[in-house]
């Protein structure tokens, strides 16, 4: 017969089990969340399952888990899950604070980081989203859309995959500088053709320069 037939499992090695437990499930719960950040715009399940290679079912728990953190904690953005698909959002009840940093950052300069985001798309574009923010290393919504009320560039459907979109500079950007065409650009040749961002878009640098 055994010493302690019902002796329980000690308190310490619980809290270590369901501290490993906690830890498995943060990144899956991050990793949604840093994918829907980074996509900007509305995105469908089935291609968040094949970023993170994990079943509907438990990516859409994930994205309930998101929302409903974010009402508990009155956070200023939202996760919106409509049919097949989810989006982060800001609160509505901040839509006013949005519209007054929004009307300023169009009546000012354009930042750094627009002027970097405008210059990929015109030496490498079209471009698509995820092209431009793999290039950048950020997320680019707030940029693309500054750009795009300005007038400065311009969204193009994509020849063979009607989901995605294009991003161009428009004859306004190139009236701004004075140009004829988008070849007139400094250093046009040696930035279009640029092997590191070949490697970037395409993953093989000087084996694939256009796609």
Known sequence: MNKHPH???????QQQQQQQQQAGE???LASVEAVLFMYGSPIK???ICEILDAP????LELCEILRDSYIERSAGIRVV???DAVQIVTEKSQHEIIEKFLKKELEGDLTNPALEVLAIIAYRGPLSKPDIEAIRGVNCSFTLRNLLLRGLIERLPHPT???TKLYHVTHSFL????LESIKQLPHWEDLTGDKRIDAILYGQGEDEQSK
Not at 56 to 59: A, H
Request: no cysteine; proline share 11%; net charge positive.
């Open 56 to 59: 509907k079912k438990d990516v």
């Open 81 to 83: 899950i409509h049919g």
């Open 45 to 47: 399940f089935t291609k």
């Open 175 to 178: 009236r701004f500088l004075g």
């Open 26 to 28: 943060a990144p899956e």
């Open 7 to 13: 002796t329980p499992e000690p308190q310490g090695d």
């Open 161 to 163: 995959d009607k989901r």
